[in-house]
């Protein structure tokens, strides 16, 4: 997955400055985040480096249950009777932005991540992964990332902890087509995939897009049955259809995909899901259009 900030940095989002927040959401802001990144971090991080994977998991969904009181923030949960704890999942969920980790640590379940390699340069975020042995990913090479991604997979499950992968490997809306990394992963390792459909996270912090973050919101966590590895890959795109047709079904429903708002980010490697006819189409004419301008402007 690339995070939001390396996509920011790396191409142009469209002009306009972030919504000001009031003096007191920004008082509360400090007030709410200042112990969680203090003194709650340190246990967080003191409980990763112990080398106790019970003490650390227990610590992570501590400070995920404090984060999400000090925002406001409700999770609505659905589905969670559907998971077997003893067991390890190629936990596969939508994904809206941070927030969506908040949501999953409600799972009964150890979860070890798939990140994007920037976000290991982060302080305190990067010190964290680290310490905790979560997974830098490239998104440059497609087959040596996937190799990597069994390996680290293969080692959480030696440890207990199910897999997340995020099969949109972005944020910038439902539209956005899988990758096949998860269903691949569930084939290669012979662990069940278990479908999560998140909406609401974009409501909490829409970053890139705003730095405002807002109180008081609502996660929806839908688990869908788990689907056993052996016909995975056959099935991807039915898997992908429901899980985005019950999104769009929720409340509060999915973050769509506006170019027009949130700019066409030429260069970086997003597909539109053929679900999406009229988005794809828009999409492919800006790039064949911006395609003809730098062929114009090098000849």
Request: charged content about 25%; aromatic content about 8%.
């Amino acid at each position: 997955m690339m995070h939001p900030r390396q996509m920011s940095r790396q191409y142009s989002l469209p002009g306009g400055k972030a919504s000001a927040r009031t003096r007191r959401d920004q008082i509360t802001a400090i007030l709410r985040g200042t112990p969680l990144f203090g003194p709650r971090y340190v246990q967080l991080l003191l409980a990763a480096r112990s080398g106790d994977r019970d003490r650390m998991h227990a610590a992570e969904k501590d400070w995920a249950t404090r984060a999400a009181r000090a925002v406001g923030l409700t999770v609505e949960t659905h589905g969670t009777h559907r998971i077997d704890p003893s067991k390890q999942y190629v936990v596969a969920p939508l994904h809206e932005g941070f927030a969506d980790v908040l949501a999953l640590n409600r799972l009964p379940l150890e979860l070890s991540y798939s990140a994007a390699q920037e976000l290991f340069e982060w302080k305190l975020l990067g010190r964290y992964l680290t310490a905790s042995g979560q997974s830098p990913i490239s998104t440059t090479n497609g087959a040596s990332t996937f190799r990597a991604m069994v390996r680290n997979a293969e080692f959480a499950f030696s440890r207990c902890s199910s897999y997340v992968v995020f099969p949109q490997g972005s944020i910038l809306g439902i539209e956005i087509a899988f990758h096949q990394g998860a269903f691949q992963l569930s084939a290669r390792t012979g662990r069940p995939l278990l479908p999560v459909v998140l909406t609401g996270g974009t409501t909490v912090w829409e970053h890139p897009y705003t730095t405002d973050l807002r109180f008081n919101q609502t996660i929806r966590m839908e688990v869908l049955e788990p689907l056993d590895s052996a016909d995975i890959l056959d099935r991807a795109g039915e898997i992908e259809a429901d899980m985005k047709h019950r999104a769009l079904s929720a409340t509060p429903g999915p973050r769509r995909f506006d170019p027009d708002r949130d700019g066409w980010w030429d260069g970086y490697p997003y597909q539109i899901d053929h679900a999406f006819p009229d988005l794809a189409k828009r999409v492919a004419r800006h790039r064949e259009t911006t395609s003809d301008l730098r062929l114009t402007t090098n000849i």
